[in-house]
């Protein structure tokens, strides 16, 4: 008997798949096919790594229990992380995966065939990164007598109001993401090199606490100097200088849920318009986390922060945070459905989680300000803990 | 003045473009659409994370640079990180982020509309990861007048034969490997956290070397005792024990680079079939590779693996390995490209990389054993060095 190690307990995974097979209901389907990666995880807890050759999750309404289509060499993984009974776990040979006459996808449409049936009212994800124009036509090209409607973020919004056990699991990321941040503004100095900070940050992230190992983390941004302009650049080999700053955007990955935190540190005496631009952040974020109750919408938050910083003459162009939860590296950690920013009408939820992410780039320089925060029945809650302030280091 | 960082000389960039044409030409299209994240970065430098947002790269025939369009977050980084001018750096608006009417690749038929003309015929990537069945049709979709042709890999053929500054990029790489692969065979012990270990991997991989810093490194396999059995499973939170196996699959990453490295620990005294095991491994390997040079194929390489391991009694579903070089973790460092295994008859040529890589899975337990090879004018070069044995810790 494979030992399976199962971080949540069998009752939440089927109120997972009832929450699903209800939309799928209301979308007008009957044969779901997961590609997302985190989609499959969150309605299985597949340990999903294999996501770079085809796969896909079959959820019938019919059904008990999905199946899972994947590469021969995720199966034992698929055994020793999901609930899955063997016989629904279906492997392709490796045939498939070097071939240009034949494709993964192809393999699932006869699973679907043999399985439940050819003619089926599909629901395709067909903006998930990890679903490809081909794979969608060889699915489509071996099922002529099934009709595909895109269900775009079906699981995504089911996921987006998380349970009492996954909010545990992002408070356990939380605490991870605080401790690296510890680790990484202890490691920056004049003289450092950027990437020798940077590994201690790495390390931090995945030993986590004495009673939290990490998984593996999203790529943090960590740019250095002017290079903060930009929003999504790296270290480099470069030692710190003294007065400059260093934005990092980076989380704690717990069990695949990842929670965000991001801070900007100074070596030096900051600049009077860095002070200023952190503290105006700073009332924003306070603004928009004071309109984060359940009825309120995602765009009353966004407004109450552009109020407060547009009154001081600063402007932001972006959305000022998205629902988050579990990861992989195709979408990151971003689920795809709530925004925080105007026009988002949708409506808290007691246990929705949003990574509140303040960027506010400049031409040639910038600052950047994060937190996470889960919405509770009366306000929030923020899953790290820690100063906000900006981080100088004289 | 914005400061840019190229690893490489604008000529290189401009062979690069220059052979894309040259392909374009034979396939008799001439306006590509790039959207693998790693074809954009080989084609102009774009250190690239922002691939989780519709972006794509415009090559038209009759264009000098190609045309960048991505999401407004991105353009500084692209600024500082590519050689191309500022006004074919081209983005959208935040509006198009999380709008269910409209969508990036939408954008970007307009930008070809309005650069190169409507009535084109579209070069499409479409088995890459980032691109989606939504996105192929909104791009199409608004350009009524152009025909579009699966191109399927043919920016990823041009990358497979690398240049010598490549090659050299790619040997700093293993160097970072190397180190990496040290340090976590040093922290495996028993009773030390999986994670502990991993945590002190992640900090060898981007610390680098005093003189060669790491980039973002792929998620590496990690996992111990019966896991082993499994090809993508991670470290969990567990103490390592006496007497299990850990299998380490893992690269270093410079400049975007990568260079595959794995091995397996064994901590006491290693069982007969595992040592077994390992050296038929290495004795396949050594026969695989001495088939490697210009003029044999990829199946010649694989052929002479099974032919050593059959013999011994073992066998291997997978491919043996693959050419790999720069990569990001939607398709993760493997070019999809030439594969060795039987049945691919690519002929190998100096300056193609490979990622040789020997997982052996058993029922509940396994080894790995890969190396990363270059192949030369008469051979190949190993671009990592150290011990090739079963590490046996006692």
Known sequence: MTE??????????????????????????????????????????????????????????????PVLVTRHTERQGALRTTYLKPENIVVYPESYVVRPDIHGMGFVADVIRERFGARRVLGTEDDAICYTPRGHRELLGR?????????????????????????????????????????????????????????????????????????????PSMPAGERTSASHLSWTDRPYRADEPTFIEMGGNRHQYHVGLSR???????PEELVRLADVTYDGFQAAVEQIRPGNTCEDVAVAFHAVINKRGQQKATRIGYSL??????????????????????????????HVVLGMWKQDWGYIFSETVAVTETGYETLSTGPQELIVKP
């Open 4 to 65: 399976v190690d199962l971080v949540f307990t069998r009752d939440e995974f089927r109120d997972r798949l009832e929450r699903t097979k209800a939309r799928m209901g209301d979308a007008g389907v009957d044969l779901l096919v997961v590609v997302d990666p985190a989609n499959m995880t969150y309605l299985t807890g597949f340990e999903n790594w294999g996501y770079y050759t085809p796969q896909a999750l079959l959820v019938a309404l019919e059904a008990d229990e």
């Open 143 to 219: 099922l002529p007598e099934s009709r595909a409607v895109d269900v775009e973020q079906l699981v995504n919004w089911v996921r987006t109001i998380k349970s009492p056990a996954e909010i545990q699991v992002m408070r356990e990321a939380g605490l991870i993401a605080q401790a690296a941040l510890g680790a990484v503004v202890d490691a920056i100095e004049p003289g450092v090199r950027e990437c020798d900070a940077a590994a201690e940050l790495h390390r931090a992230m995945i030993s986590g606490t004495p009673d939290l190992g990490g998984a593996f983390p999203m790529r």
């Open 264 to 270: 900007t540190v100074y070596l030096g005496n900051p």
């Open 325 to 354: 939860g579990i990861g992989y590296p195709t979408s990151h950690w971003i689920e795809q459905t709530a925004s925080l920013i105007q026009g988002d009408r949708t409506v808290l939820q007691p246990n929705m989680t949003f």
